[in-house]
């Protein structure tokens, strides 16, 4: 069965940096992208950036390059979203989602991780 | 970037009924591109349909997708209880990769 475990709700202060995790099981880690959605308080949906852990090779939305690094471990099956500097703006749930072998859908998905930041 | 409008905002209806949910697309979409998603309150997204009008594996045949760029329909044959929920189209395709209409929220009438 095809698992992907999220790590646990992060309360974070304006400026901090962040790591949250998406580890995933029962599958062949390499052979599918992993991407990353995220959804803020009360709103839809949005891509965020994927990996394709095979080779670490990234894409991110335009609207989020440069704030959000999307890295992954190949050795534990895991991929991370990473901040340097978080804004009150990043309070939101991130999915990470498997995309299928096409690449055109999210097939799977974590139960998401919800990030807090305030002062 | 393609943009995807998803009509009615909300849609109130009885279990039993029947339900037409629209997607369109600002621009030309490719049928194989197209999916839809259910979301349950506190839980995340669940793939329906992919390549517009193909069932993900479990899902019940009440659920059905049709259409080709730029409209799109989902249909939901009878309502059940369970099927209440957030329902959102999302496409394939160029810069951003990936973009998700903004949600009909099916509730019971």
């Known amino acids: 069965e095809v698992q992907l475990v999220q790590s646990g709700a992060e309360v974070k202060k304006p400026g901090e940096s962040l790591r949250i995790s998406c580890k995933a099981s029962?599958?062949?880690?390499?052979?599918?992208?992993i991407s990353w959605v995220r959804q803020m308080p009360g709103k839809g949906l949005e891509w965020m950036g994927r990996?394709?852990?095979?080779?670490?090779?990234?894409n991110y939305s335009p609207s989020l390059e440069g704030h959000v690094t999307i890295s992954a471990d190949k050795s534990i099956s895991t991929v991370y979203l990473q901040w340097n500097t978080l804004r009150a703006s990043d309070t939101a749930m991130y999915y990470c989602?498997?995309?299928?072998?096409?690449?055109?859908?999210?097939?799977?998905w974590g139960q998401g991780t919800l990030v807090t930041v305030s002062s | 970037e393609i943009v995807l409008t998803q009509s009615p905002g909300t849609l109130s209806l009885s279990p039993g009924e029947r339900a037409t949910l629209s997607c369109r697309a600002s621009q030309s979409v490719s049928s194989s591109y197209l999916a839809w998603y259910q979301q349950n309150p506190g839980q995340a997204p669940r793939l329906l349909i992919f390549?517009?009008?193909s069932r993900a594996t479990g899902i019940p045949d009440r659920f059905s997708g049709s259409g080709s760029g730029p409209d799109f329909t989902l249909t939901i044959s009878r309502l059940e209880p369970e099927d209440f929920a957030v329902y959102y189209c999302q496409q394939y395709g160029s810069s951003p990769m990936y973009t998700f209409g903004q949600g009909t929220k099916l509730e019971i009438k």
């Open positions: 990996i394709d852990p095979s080779d670490s090779y990234t």
């Open positions: 029962g599958y062949s880690f390499s052979n599918y992208r």
């Open positions: 989602a498997r995309n299928s072998l096409s690449g055109n859908v999210f097939g799977s």
């Open positions: 390549g517009a009008s």
